[in-house]
T-cell receptor
Framework: GAGVSQSPSNKVTEKGKDVELRCDPISGHTALYWYRQSLGQGLEFLIYFQGNSAPDKSGLPSDRFSAERTGGSVSTLTIQRTQQEDSAVYLC????????????FGPGTRLTVT | GENVEQHPSTLSVQEGDSAVIKCTYSDSASNYFPWYKQELGKGPQLIIDIRSNVGEKKDQRIAVTLNKTAKHFSLHITETQPEDSAVYFCAASKGSYIPTFGRGTSLIVHP
């Protein structure tokens, strides 16, 4: 079956512009995560959605970052007024039921802010 | 919150040698420890995981060991092959929820 997909694969934007990154999780997966990976760094947690519960936004670095998950499926990460330090790879992952630990990652969106 | 330290940051071995990557964690309540492999241009992929009720788990050439008392766990790859070259991440979490990742180890296997 299809894995996690993300679009676009690459995004170049000018400082100050808004960007939207999309994630299509594996069908039926109830949990969805967004991470940020800077060059040579580990995975920085951003936000976590689980079913219909309120999302855990504790990893969002500033109020310029927000995310939505519509209908328990597709998710969009929005970065407003982008800054150069926002340049990174943004990874999305989905996970099955609460008893399942494995996260399935998408290929990521490489964001470059010029 | 949880803090995960991973060493080494880079590991270079000859094909056929063994490779060991070590991680420590700080929160004694963490009970799920996955390892991910990330190839260039791709997202991480789970290769093995272990829960706190066991001390060791093996899957062909890879194994993970867990020492709950010392709060550390390790990934062991035997008979390394060039296709094992990648970045490896360890992680720790309570349940399956929000893992804390290590900073990664770049493994280079020389033919």
């Amino acid at each position: 079956g299809a894995g996690v997909s993300q679009s676009p694969s690459n995004k170049v934007t000018e400082k100050g512009k808004d960007v939207e990154l999309r994630c299509d999780p594996i069908s039926g997966h109830t949990a969805l995560y967004w991470y940020r990976q800077s060059l040579g760094q580990g995975l920085e947690f951003l936000i976590y959605f689980q079913g219909n519960s309120a999302p855990d936004k504790s990893g969002l670095p500033s109020d310029r970052f927000s995310a939505e998950r519509t209908g328990g499926s597709v998710s969009t990460l929005t970065i407003q007024r982008t800054q150069q330090e926002d340049s990174a790879v943004y990874l999305c992952a989905s996970r099955g039921g609460r008893g399942s630990g494995e996260q399935y990652f998408g290929p990521g969106t490489r964001l470059t802010v010029t | 919150g949880e803090n995960v330290e991973q060493h080494p940051s880079t590991l270079s071995v000859q094909e056929g040698d063994s490779a060991v990557i070590k991680c420590t964690y700080s929160d004694s309540a963490s009970n799920y420890f996955p390892w991910y492999k990330q190839e260039l241009g791709k997202g991480p992929q789970l290769i093995i995981d272990i829960r706190s009720n066991v001390g060791e788990k093996k899957d062909q050439r890879i194994a993970v060991t867990l020492n709950k008392t010392a709060k550390h766990f390790s990934l062991h790859i035997t008979e390394t092959q060039p296709e094992d070259s990648a970045v490896y991440f360890c992680a720790a979490s309570k349940g399956s929820y929000i893992p804390t990742f290590g900073r990664g180890t770049s493994l280079i296997v020389h033919p």
